[in-house]
């Protein structure tokens, strides 16, 4: 079992930059590999990015983020930290912190075991 818990969202203006946090806790967590999901009213959940520490701390991200958004991974803490810069109208939705025990990284939600609450990030224009 892992417990997800989200924070550092708000508001910020377009071209602004916003540090999502992940806090993790449970066992068997560096077994995980950790994504991000966004929500945008009336719009699916999709994938922002995932890490996979068990081969270097790979990254994935969606076209939408690449270049813009960071994901990394505290194991120390266990903490999944998301650095989103250059932000866009676009990106406003809830972001949600997950955890899959797939071998490989998916982009899927159907993929994901654990999930957080979300935290709301808005980007005026």
């Known amino acids: 079992q892992v417990q997800l818990v989200e924070s550092g969202g708000g508001l910020v203006q377009a071209g602004g930059s916003l540090r999502l946090s992940c806090a993790a806790s449970?066992?068997?967590?560096?077994?995980?590999?950790m994504g991000w999901f966004r929500q945008a009213p009336g719009k699916e959940r999709e994938f922002v990015a995932a890490?996979?520490?068990?081969?270097?701390?790979?990254?994935y991200y969606a076209d939408s983020v690449k270049g813009r958004f960071t994901i990394s991974r505290d194991n120390a803490k266990n903490l999944v930290p998301l650095e989103m810069n250059s932000l866009k109208p676009e990106d406003t939705a809830n972001y949600y912190c997950?955890?899959?025990?797939?071998?490989?990284?998916?982009?899927?939600?159907?993929?994901?075991?654990?999930w957080g609450q979300g935290t709301q990030v808005t980007v005026s224009s």
């Open positions: 997950a955890a899959s025990r797939s071998p490989v990284v998916r982009t899927s939600t159907s993929e994901y075991d654990y």
């Open positions: 449970g066992r068997a967590f560096l077994s995980y590999v």
């Open positions: 890490i996979d520490w068990r081969i270097g701390s790979r990254a």
